[in-house]
C-alpha cells in the first residue's frame, strides 16, 4: 500500500505552487498589492474602474452563489438601489458623501431583506427565478419613483472633491477616484474575509455541499441562506453607490435583468467560490470589451464565443481552474 510520502514522490512539482499559496494565505495583502498597481497596467484608468466596482458586484454576487451555491438572477436589485440612494441623496438632497454611501448599503440590504425571506423559501432554479421575477418589481417601481428620472437615469450626482479633514482629493483625476474607490472595495474585502474564515462562513459552505446534513447537525440553514443573501445584497449595493459617484449618474439599465446576467458571466469566466475569482472575471471581461470595441461595433459576438471557450477550456473558471491544478485552496 502506498503512504502519503510515496504517492507524493511520483507527482510532479507544480511550478508557482509556492506564490499561490501565499496568494491564498495573505489574501487581502495580495488583493491591495494588485488594486494599487492595476490602473498602471490596464490600457486605461476608466477600464481600471470598470474592473474595480464590478470586480466588487461579482464578489457581493459570489459571496450567495459560489460559497453558498444559490444562483440568483437578481442581484441588479441590489446594485441599482445602491447606485440610486446615492445618486438621489447626492443629486437631489445634498448629502455628503460619507452619509449616501452607507445609506447605500443599508438600503441595499433592507431590499435583500425583503427579497431573501420570500426567495430562501424556493430552491435551484425556483430561487433563480423568483429573485429575477423580485428584482423585475424592483425595477418598475424605481423607474416609477419620481426622483429617479424614470427612463432618462437620474443625472448630477457630481461628487468633484471629497474632504478628509485638512486634505482634499480631486475626484475629476481618475488616478485619484479610483484609489478613492478602492479603498471602499478593500474595506468590503476586508470584512468579508473575516466572515468566511468565521465559523458561519463553514456553515455557509456546508450549507453548498450538503444542506439536508447540516441541518441534521442542528444548524440553521434559513437564517444562514438569509444572512448571506443580505450581506451580499449589501456588498453589491456599495458596488452600485461607487458606480453611481464614478459615472455622475445613473443609468436606469443598472437595475435591467442584463445587469444581472452580466455578473453570472463575469462569476463564472473567473471561478465561482473563489475569493479573486470576481476580480478576475470582471478583468477579463472588460479588457475582452475595450480590445473588441476598437475594433467592431459587433463585439458582443466575440465577447460571447470567448466566454464559450472558456466555459469549455475552463470549466471552474480561470483562477478556479488554476487552483485546481496547482491543488490550492
Partial sequence: MNTPSSVSAFVPPVRGLKPLRMIA????????????????????????????????????????????????????????????????????????????????????????????????????????????????????????????????????????????????????????????????????????????ASPLGGVIEAVRENEARTRACGFNVEATKLVTFVLSGAISGLAGALNAIHLSSVPIETLHYETSGLVVMICLLGGMGTFFGPFVGAALFFLIQDVFSIWTEHWQLYVGAIFIIFVLFFPKGVWGTILEKCHVR
Fill in 25 to 196: 494565505s495573505h489574501k487581502i495583502a495580495a488583493i491591495v498589492l494588485v488594486l494599487m498597481a492595476f490602473p498602471w497596467l490596464a490600457p486605461n484608468q476608466s477600464v481600471a474602474i470598470s474592473v474595480l466596482i464590478y470586480g466588487l458586484y461579482a464578489f457581493g454576487f459570489n459571496l450567495l452563489f459560489g460559497y453558498m451555491g444559490m444562483l440568483s438572477f437578481g442581484h441588479a436589485a441590489f446594485l441599482g438601489i445602491g447606485a440610486y440612494t446615492t445618486g438621489i441623496l447626492i443629486a437631489h438632497f445634498q448629502f455628503p458623501w460619507w452619509i449616501a454611501i452607507p445609506a447605500s448599503i443599508v438600503g441595499a440590504a433592507v431590499v435583500a431583506l425583503a427579497m431573501g425571506m420570500l426567495a430562501i423559501r424556493t430552491r435551484g432554479i425556483y430561487f433563480a427565478m423568483v429573485t429575477l421575477a423580485l428584482s423585475q418589481c424592483v425595477y418598475f417601481l424605481v423607474y416609477q419613483f419620481p426622483l429617479s428620472g424614470g427612463e432618462n437615469g437620474l443625472r448630477g450626482v457630481n461628487l468633484a472633491n471629497v474632504h478628509l479633514g485638512p486634505w482634499s482629493f480631486d475626484l475629476l483625476n481618475p488616478a485619484i477616484k479610483y484609489y478613492f474607490l478602492a479603498a471602499f472595495v478593500v474595506l468590503a474585502l476586508w470584512i468579508v474575509s473575516k466572515v468566511l
